[in-house]
């Protein structure tokens, strides 16, 4: 269903966002996951992180992993780089520019130790279906970008869109699933994975959830 958002809050202007936001720009050019973070650890990327909450407790929750988020507005690349500077989570950054060129363009076979994507814009016209994130070559992309083992996340409360994205990976990859995933309890007001996830659940609407492995080869 379609939500409106609010706008969002003041970012403070000292904080030094330097190190969490990157343009597709500075990214160009050989892969070199160690320049971004200073090491070389597994790699997790999100497909349009918003308000950035996944991100966040990501980074909190697995200190030993880095974790890249892309995100095509600006001003929500901005909030969410932010809030990773505000908690000193050196293992994540945001990447402001569109994900179907970071996988495309940037980023080289196997490096993915996963792949989030968390209610991706469901671009409801038919006419403007080509617009989906969730299309052929890119799903193709995301099965290159995984290493073996490696895990795509789906997740989105359309469920035509859900049902179209699973039928395009059935017929263009080999990644392994659907595997349903369950929805956890949450413990607290925030205890949700996305926003967009809190916001669907707390208006007792449906999420549809599945996770895909790449198979060994
Ligand atoms: C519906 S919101 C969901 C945000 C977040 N994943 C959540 O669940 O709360 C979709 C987000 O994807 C971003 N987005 C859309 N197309 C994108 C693209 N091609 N590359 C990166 N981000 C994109 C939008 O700007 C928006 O912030």
Redesign the pocket.
Known sequence: MM?A?RALPKINPALDLSRHLLTFEQLSGPWDATALFGRRAPLEL?????????LCNAAAADRDGDFLG????RK??RFAAAKLAKRKLDNACLVH??????LAELLPDGVLRAV???????WWKKRHHK?R?MNARFLQHVQRTLRAGGQLHF?TDVKSYFDHALAILERETDLKGPRAVPPSVATHPMDY???????TRLQHQAVYRSRFTKQTA
Do not use: Q
């Open positions: 939500m958002r999100e497909v349009g992180s918003g308000k950035g909450l996944f892309i995100e095509v507005s929500y690349a520019g569109d994900a179907s060129r970071v989030h994507i968390y209610f991706p814009d469901p617009r994130i997740w994975r996305t926003h967009f996830e809190r916001r």
